[in-house]
Nanobody
Framework: EVQLVQSGGGLVQAGGSLRLPCAAS????????IGWFRQVPGKERREGVA?????????FYGDSVKGRFTISTDSDLTTLYLQMNNLKPEDTAVYYC??????????????????WGQGTEVTVEA
C-alpha cells in the first residue's frame, strides 16, 4: 500500500526558507514519479510545483518556483523533500507530496496523480 505522510509547514516571513518532508512507503522510488503540488484556498485546481525521476535525477519545476524551490530525496529513498527558499506571499498554499507510476516530463506537473499526502499548510507573511 502506497503511503505518503507529510510533516512540516507553518508560518514564515517573506524571503525566508522552509523545508517540507514527506515520508513515503509501499512503492519503489526508482519506478515511480514523485512530486509536489500546491493548492491555494478557494482555487479548484492544484498547481504542479516540482517532480522528479529518482532513477536518473531528472527534475522539472513550475515556472513560478524555478530557481527558488528544490525537490530531493534522502539517500535511503524513504523521504522526499521540498526545499523552499526566498518565499513570497504568493507561495501561501496547502502543499501536497505525490507519487504516480508515470514518466517524468514537464507535462507531469499538469497531470492527475494517483497517490497523495495529506497536505500541509504554508503561510508566507509579507
Amino acid at each position: 500500500e502506497v503511503q505518503l505522510v507529510q510533516s512540516g509547514g507553518g508560518l514564515v516571513q517573506a524571503g525566508g526558507s522552509l523545508r517540507l518532508p514527506c515520508a513515503a512507503s509501499g512503492f519503489p522510488f526508482d519506478e515511480y514519479a514523485i512530486g509536489w503540488f500546491r493548492q491555494v484556498p478557494g482555487k479548484e485546481r492544484r498547481e504542479g510545483v516540482a517532480c522528479m525521476d529518482t532513477s536518473n535525477g531528472k527534475r522539472f519545476y513550475g515556472d513560478s518556483v524555478k530557481g527558488r524551490f528544490t525537490i530531493s530525496t534522502d539517500s535511503d529513498l524513504t523521504t522526499l523533500y521540498l526545499q523552499m527558499n526566498n518565499l513570497k506571499p504568493e507561495d501561501t498554499a496547502v502543499y501536497y507530496c505525490a507519487a504516480d507510476y508515470r514518466w517524468v516530463t514537464p507535462e507531469a506537473l499538469d497531470a492527475d496523480w494517483d497517490y497523495w499526502g495529506q497536505g500541509t499548510e504554508v503561510t508566507v507573511e509579507a
